[in-house]
């Protein structure tokens, strides 16, 4: 076939590891926070900058880009285009968290296109192209709608122009200054089977390669995640006067579902983990009993029954609390994501490309959620990790070895050539 001796052909190719960390260092400085660490947010300046950077790294290195209406970034070579034959597509995202790391999502990006660029100057002519891709608004820490950019692309975006900021402004007026455009939002959908495959090379955010000395993860599958919204509302009134049996405290109904919803993933074990990362109390004033607070809870697991027993016992917890209180406790989940398994033919192009290059590799699942489970409800995905130093991610201390972020690259490489034949 036309691939016979294609990965031998290509076994001593590597990617330019100075350049690599050259740029991650330049695109950390876009959205770095004065407060610790890096506030990038999905469709915010920041990550419009970010992108703008990319397009001028990209314009330099003689690849071709293309913005998307839902503002993803995607690269090509210049003499292939992208909707002639399904595509090899390669990315992550370059939004963060508030106060986040350096590495999510960015070492993904800066990756693929680094791999772009390598095959572009070495003229390697792939049976199946890649397309490298940046994917707007992953973490949904602005406009509430994760995978956003992921969804948009396959087609699984549904009511987007309905997503907003947390005081209500609508996604568009973002979407216009990201370069993407509302009124043809629907457009950025590729068209079924435009996916030949996706890898995404990505930090663990985890302590498992570290602790055991393994350069190279190798992603099995990635958990999937609920997000319920929860408003609890009480009656403010004056903190010295009103008694204490006669309260109705947001704040306390609050604290009681926050440690009930540990207790789901701790003592009660029904699903992983469940997490109360998001508060607001109002009027958050000194002497005035709280008469609403809004907070977010999110339960994960990789068994989709116990990701809906998990969002049960979350409700069934609001509900008790609602009756024990006097509060009014509404749950209403913003976002779903599934579950996903990576494909066994891409896991065993990570693993030759690891063994190329002679670097151990594990098998292992993810804990985080990434664009990649998104784009495995059309096409088969491959995941990589790389060590995070103490397994930090999603804070400012999120790191990793040099040398580790340059042989994940080069795995990423390898996957490329070796998915051609997979
Ligand atoms: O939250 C997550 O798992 C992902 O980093 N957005
Ligand atoms: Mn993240
Ligand atoms: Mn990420
Ligand atoms: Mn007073």
């Known amino acids: 076939g036309p691939v016979d001796g294609f990965l031998e052909g290509h076994a001593g ?27 990038r947010l999905g469709l915010s300046a920041q990550e419009n900058a970010a992108m703008a950077y990319l397009r ?43 106060q986040g790391g350096r590495l999510d999502g960015a070492y993904g990006v800066i990756a693929a296109l680094e791999v772009l660029q390598v095959l572009h100057e070495n003229d390697v002519d792939l049976p199946v192209e890649m397309v490298a891709v940046a994917f707007a608004n992953e973490e949904g820490a602005l406009i509430q709608t994760p995978f956003w950019g992921s969804r948009a692309l396959c087609g699984s975006l549904e009511d987007g122009l309905a997503a907003e900021d947390r005081a209500g402004r609508p996604v568009s007026a973002y979407l216009a200054q990201a370069g993407g455009s509302p009124e043809r939002l629907a457009d950025a959908a590729w068209s079924p089977g435009a996916i030949a495959a996706y890898l995404e090379l990505h930090i663990e955010q985890g302590p498992s390669l570290e602790r055991l000395g393994v350069p190279i993860g190798v992603v099995d599958g990635i958990v999937g995640r609920t997000i319920l919204d929860i408003d609890v509302v009480g009656e403010a009134q004056h903190a010295g006067t009103t008694p204490m049996a006669d309260r109705r405290d947001a704040m306390v109904a609050a604290a009681e579902i926050i440690l009930a919803v540990q207790r789901i993933a701790t003592e009660d074990a029904v699903c992983a983990t469940a997490t109360t990362g998001y508060l607001e109390a109002h009027p958050n004033v000194t002497n005035t009993i709280t008469g609403t607070v809004r907070l977010t809870v999110e339960v994960r697991d990789t068994d989709p029954a116990k990701l809906v027993r998990g969002e049960a016992a979350v409700r069934s917890e609001c509900a008790r609390v609602s009756a024990a209180s006097g509060c009014a406790v509404e749950a209403r989940a913003s976002m779903r994501s599934r579950s996903v398994s990576t494909a066994p033919p891409l896991r065993d192009a990570v693993r030759g490309a690891a063994d190329t290059l002679g670097l151990p590799h594990l098998t292992m699942p993810s804990g985080a959620g990434h664009d990649a489970q998104i784009v495995a409800l059309v096409a088969p995905i491959g995941m990589i990790f790389v060590p995070s130093k103490r397994g930090i991610s999603h804070a400012p201390g999120e790191d990793t070895a040099p040398a580790d972020l340059v042989h994940g690259a080069n795995v990423l490489l390898h996957s490329v050539l070796g998915a051609q034949t997979a």
């Not at 590891?17 to 506030?39: H, M, N, Q, S, V």
């Not at 597509?89 to 508030?98: A, E, I, K, P, Q």
């Open 13 to 39: 190719l590597r990617i330019d590891g100075a350049r690599l960390l050259d740029r991650l260092e330049e695109l950390a400085k876009i959205g770095a926070d004065p407060a610790g660490g890096i506030t």
């Open 56 to 98: 001028d790294l990209c314009a330099e290195a003689g690849l071709a880009t293309e913005t998307d209406p839902a503002g993803n970034l995607l690269v090509h070579r210049p003499r292939t285009r992208r909707e002639a034959a399904p595509v090899l597509l390669v990315g992550s995202h370059v939004d963060t968290v508030v």
